[in-house]
């Protein structure tokens, strides 16, 4: 019976003692968009070869919309000299949202060239930029 008392007075102990080391008020963190862009496909305009287009994802993770977004989109050849690049202003991203968005720039490609491509969000007001938040992606991209 004894044995009983005590673990049930140090069980109480235990939770009382827990429930002192939390805060007694709960910061709340500030909402914030937070975007990524996937690029989708990069081509030869066929109504025009002297220029490409860029098509894309761009993601919103957050809850609060994105406004004033500029993706950066940029086509390197197999030396990783940059050949052409393009930034396009998006405008707003809804919260939750993934707009398929394209962008056209002037650029010749030969048929013997190979390239790599990827865009990625360059700026926008009041956000969180995921690439930004990855060291080593901030080494690529800057």
Do not use: H
């Not at 080391?21 to 109504?47: H, R, T």
């Not at 220029?51 to 919103?60: G, L, M, R």
């Not at 202003?89 to 002037?106: E, H, K, L, R």
């Not at 995921?130 to 080593?136: A, C, F, H, N």
């Amino acid at each position: 019976m004894k044995l009983t008392i005590i673990i049930g007075l140090f069980i109480l102990l235990v939770i009382s003692l827990g429930f002192n080391f939390y805060p007694k008020q709960i910061e709340i963190i500030e909402e914030k968009a937070l975007l990524d862009v996937g690029l989708y496909d990069w081509a030869i305009n066929v109504d025009n070869v002297d220029e490409i287009f860029f098509e894309y994802f761009i993601y919103n993770y957050g809850k609060v919309e994105a406004k004033n977004v500029k993706v950066r989109c940029t086509l390197w050849d197999e030396s990783g000299e940059i050949k052409t690049t393009v930034i396009q202003n998006v405008g707003n991203v809804a919260s939750f949202s993934s707009p398929f968005q394209s962008v056209i720039t002037d650029y010749t490609i030969s048929e013997d060239e190979l390239f790599v491509s990827d865009c990625f969000v360059e700026s926008c007001d009041d956000c969180d930029i995921l690439w930004k938040k990855i060291p080593r992606l901030v080494d690529w991209y800057s």
